[in-house]
């Protein structure tokens, strides 16, 4: 058995480092015993770390994930899945082994030469503490106390004491004087403490340490310290690397009211030495980088050597035995100047930062050294001790964030990532009014649920010790390289559609004129979304990633105060779209887009502890600010994507959040305005779409990833219920429902918000990967149906149904169109393909205007940024149309006509469906 997938590297990203990707296999195809190897262009066997994230239901291996060194696997490598005996020297990982992996040694020379021996990844566990050595790097992990590690040293040298995570927070206070109400505003520092450690990924070339706990301060003097804003902390490891990298997640479970957050992050201890003049800090901005020492040598008098300032300012150290000989001009004039203890950089907006610096007299001013755009992130700071380079990912897109130093003048220095800088106003959580405005504005009722409780942020940071002079500028571009912009490898879309990756989904193909019509319709659509991230500035810690739903045409914006018409929150599967539009292309930048949606969609729209766990808030002004808190939001399937291409442990952790996310129902139930609970049977609601689907999606996830039997008898229990209902699928979509048996209860024919929930929330797509992996024909059959009876004209549907339909209306056509198209090819139906495609064009084509998603000229906005837009675009009408269309082409492309110029007859008779669709 040999089954191969070819990799390349992904575009405009970095060539170095370790990079860690995802295997996908053809189902029968991997057992799970097998190995796997891992070749460069020249056959060369190169060293990979690999393990199974998904199984198959036959046992085979569905998902891998692989780590290895970036440079060695050049452009293009060859991954390859193997029988155990054939791996070299019977080596190998095992598989079933989720928490470790192991090395596939390689050659790297000719037979019977002398191989240098391979850097490994090596753990001393004791009682007290983790000991880890990279052969560069080696460190210290307590298992409990304040510290996330101690001793850092690189090459046995120490470059940094300890690193602590800290928090800020701002309390407020209203006094009435005789001047009227003052508002007093304190910034109240808490100390973190772990409360767990373990290794969570074992291996030579990667280990992963996972640290959580929790932050405390104990106030007026009472005996119990108050506890808040856990975190969880994980630290990467790498062979032969001195760089370490950190996924810092932090959760709010304060009171809205009165917990403001004035400052999150990670700060570092390092020694200092030797003479301000040989210390120094350096910081990456857009252009290059802003560099000083502690004291520069640039003097009235005495004089110093232009060359000796100029060396300094090169990154040489001066003074006897150093880079610059002695020089005493330097050590008498160094005596008389100001010391420079503290630099701060504060990216304060996504087009602003600044960098500020002092002494270290506590009651002097800060000075102005730079305003710029956009930093990149990273801080260089050291002395002849050596010292630490270190940055934030996503710096300015996450603003507003901060990179500190202090100490420079004394003997230890505090490097401080902040990925919420105090330098800001502090993070306000409460909610933008005090009732809900259902009506007008489209939130979900007219209560307030608006609750912060239990949403998470995650960023990512990396560090690097150095143990001589600070690095050059070169070496500091290619760290942020590695930080912003890490390898990523990658299959071609074909091979991924033949694994059955992700289920249905059509590849890129302009074989005739329409084809390359729709493409470029979706090309068009996808480009506006990233143009209008930054034409609009839609940053920031709590906001990168996300979309706005609806646009204003009147104000030429979005409607960013108008309630459910704000921030998206995954609303009808924009993330699905950005997915599949990457799958199909394989372009960088939309791999960028849907990496930071999945990354923020995950975190702060999910609830992952609380009376909410395991869902979401639907879209709102706050992302956690809609009164409805639903299963869709936090679905598993928004984000596969992102866990299976890249391994990212975060993701994984997300999915166990919300496995039983459908038990949160027992606390908010999404029909709690449509039913009366005393007559309820059950207790709580689920319709089958979106609720009972997004928990497919979970409970598939984790049946998958862990083998778990009982996840998929959930599946298969609700599956039988829907059997079981007079119209099958079609039946509901209103179910009353049992999160401890997981039955679905038939209550007749009603659908809360409309039917075409149930299939434009993800339903289809993860239903059809359902299909596949239970190989029940009886729900392929339902599924089929499904599509048909949808567009059946309303007389039929009412003789089908023999009434039981009664007013129910199958809404949004266009939406099902994925359902259209899979009846249409299950049944063979050429007819209810081409009335799917016109449905479906028709959607977007009115009068045989084919502008599509066109961009038009606009002027006079208030923002200089803004010179076009589409007046009539929501982000609910374009992730749907392109998700239906990206299906529609792997089920039925063949009905499509040949040319966008057949569109008038094509679509003749079809009335128009403007609800979205509004110029």
């Not at 932090?250 to 403001?260: A, P, V």
């Not at 020492?293 to 001066?318: C, D, H, N, T």
């Not at 050294?369 to 270190?390: D, F, K, N, Q, T």
């Not at 291409?645 to 994984?652: H, I, K, V």
Request: hydrophobic fraction near 35%.
């Amino acid at each position: 058995m040999k089954e191969q997938m070819e990799l390349h590297r992904m575009e405009n990203r970095s060539r170095d480092g370790y990079a860690v990707w995802g295997g996908a296999w053809k189902k029968g195809s991997v057992p799970a015993d097998a190995a796997f190897r891992l070749k460069d262009e020249m056959g060369t066997e190169i060293p990979v770390q690999s393990s199974v994230r998904a199984w198959w239901p036959d046992g085979s291996v569905k998902w891998s994930a692989h780590t290895a060194d970036a440079v060695r696997l050049g452009q293009r490598a060859v991954l390859e899945a193997v029988d155990r005996s054939e791996a070299v020297n019977g080596a190998g990982e095992n598989p079933g082994d989720r928490k470790a992996g192991k090395a596939q040694p390689g050659s790297g020379s000719e037979p019977g030469a002398e191989k240098e021996p391979e850097p490994r990844v090596k753990l001393e566990k004791g009682q007290e503490a983790i000991r880890i050595s990279t052969g560069r790097a080696q460190l210290t992990v307590p298992l409990c106390g304040s510290t996330v590690f101690e001793d850092y040293r690189i090459d046995g040298r120490l470059t940094a004491k300890r690193a602590e995570p800290v928090l800020l927070l701002e309390e407020r206070e209203e006094k009435e004087t005789a001047e009227g109400t003052v508002q007093i505003r304190r910034e109240l520092p808490w100390k973190s403490g772990i409360l767990q450690v373990k290794v969570e990924e074992e291996g030579p070339l990667r280990c992963v340490i996972r640290l959580s706990g929790t932050h405390s301060r104990t106030a007026g003097g009472t005996d119990g310290a108050e506890e808040k804003i856990p975190f969880i902390l994980r630290l990467t490891l790498w062979a032969g690397s001195p760089e370490i990298g950190v996924t810092h997640t932090f959760l709010y479970d304060g009171d809205e009211k009165k917990d403001f957050l004035k400052g999150i992050g990670l700060a570092f201890t390092m020694p200092c030495e030797g003479p301000a003049y040989n210390r120094h800090v350096k910081l990456q901005t857009e252009t290059g980088v802003f560099h000083e020492a502690g004291a520069m040598l640039l003097s009235w008098r005495p004089k110093i050597p232009e060359e000796v300032y100029r060396a300094q300012m090169a990154g040489a150290f001066v003074g006897e035995g150093k880079d610059v000989a002695d020089c005493p001009e330097a050590i008498a004039a160094a005596e008389q100047m100001p010391v420079w203890d503290e630099y701060r950089l504060t990216q304060d907006a996504p087009e602003h930062f600044l960098i500020r610096k002092k002494t270290a007299v506590k009651e002097a001013c800060f000075l102005e050294c730079l305003h710029g755009r956009r930093a990149s992130g990273v801080i260089a700071a050291g002395s002849e001790a050596g010292g630490l380079m270190a940055g934030i990912r996503d710096f300015w897109q996450k603003y507003p964030s901060g990179l500190w130093v202090k100490g420079l003048a004394g003997e230890e220095a505090h490097l401080t990532l902040w990925f919420w800088s105090p330098d800001a106003p502090a993070m306000d959580f409460r909610h933008y009014a005090d009732r809900g405005y259902s009506q007008t504005y489209y939130e979900g009722f007219d209560e307030v649920r608006s609750s912060a409780y239990g949403i998470a942020v995650t960023s990512e940071a990396r560090f690097c010790g150095f143990t001589g002079r600070i690095p050059g500028d070169e070496e500091m571009a290619a760290f942020t390289k590695r930080l912003q912009k890490p390898a990523v490898f990658l299959a071609s879309p074909e091979y991924y559609h033949e694994a059955g990756a992700f289920g249905a989904w059509g590849l890129r193909r302009a074989d005739t004129p329409m084809e390359a019509w729709l493409e470029g319709q979706i090309d068009a659509a996808v480009d506006f979304y990233q143009k209008e991230i930054e034409r609009r500035n839609w940053y920031g810690l709590f906001n990168y990633g996300d979309v706005m739903h609806t646009y204003d045409k009147v104000r030429h914006g979005w409607r960013y105060d108008m309630g459910g018409y704000a921030w998206q929150n995954t609303e009808l599967v924009p993330t699905l779209w950005l997915w599949y539009v990457f799958l199909r292309t394989g372009r960088e930048d939309l791999f960028a887009m849907a990496e930071a949606m999945s990354r923020h969609c995950s975190e702060v729209d999910v609830y992952h502890f609380g009376p909410y766990k395991g869902i979401g808030s639907r879209h709102n002004v706050r992302h956690w600010g809609c009164s409805c808190k639903e299963a869709r939001i936090a679905m598993a399937s928004h984000h596969r994507f992102y866990y299976y291409l890249t391994g990212d442990p975060r993701m994984g952790e997300v999915f166990d959040d919300v496995a039983d996310g459908d038990r949160a129902l027992l606390n908010i139930d999404p029909l709690r305005f449509f039913y009366e609970k005393e007559k309820m049977v059950c207790p709580t609601h689920a319709r089958t779409g979106p609720d009972w689907s997004s928990f497919v999606s979970n409970w598939m996830t984790r049946w998958e990833r862990y083998r778990d039997e009982a996840y998929r008898k959930k599946i298969e229990t609700g599956i039988e219920d829907l059997k079981q209902a007079p119209l099958k699928l079609v039946s509901g979509s209103d179910f009353e429902y049992d999160p401890d048996s997981a039955h679905l209860r038939y209550i007749g024919e009603r659908a809360g918000g409309g039917t075409h929930l149930t299939i434009c929330m993800g339903a289809p797509q993860v239903w059809f990967e359902l299909a596949e992996l239970l190989e029940d024909k009886e729900w392929k059959d339902m599924l089929a149906d499904f599509g048909r009876f949808y567009y059946l004209p309303r007389e039929k549907q009412q003789e089908e149904s023999g009434g039981l339909i009664g007013n129910r209306e199958f809404s949004l056509p266009f939406m099902a169109a994925a359902m259209g198209a899979y009846g249409a090819a299950r049944r063979k139906d050429p007819e209810l393909a081409k009335t799917t495609w016109r449905i479906l064009l028709r959607a977007l084509v009115a009068d045989n205007q084919r502008e599509g998603f066109t961009e038009v000229p606009l002027s006079g906005n208030a923002s200089e940024k803004v010179k076009e837009e589409i007046p009539w675009i929501s982000t609910n009408f374009a992730s749907q149309w392109c998700l239906n269309v990206i299906t529609c082409l792997d089920f039925i492309r063949e009905e499509l006509p040949e040319s966008p110029e057949e569109l008038g007859a094509f679509l003749e008779g079809m009335p128009v469906e403007g609800y979205f669709r509004k110029a």
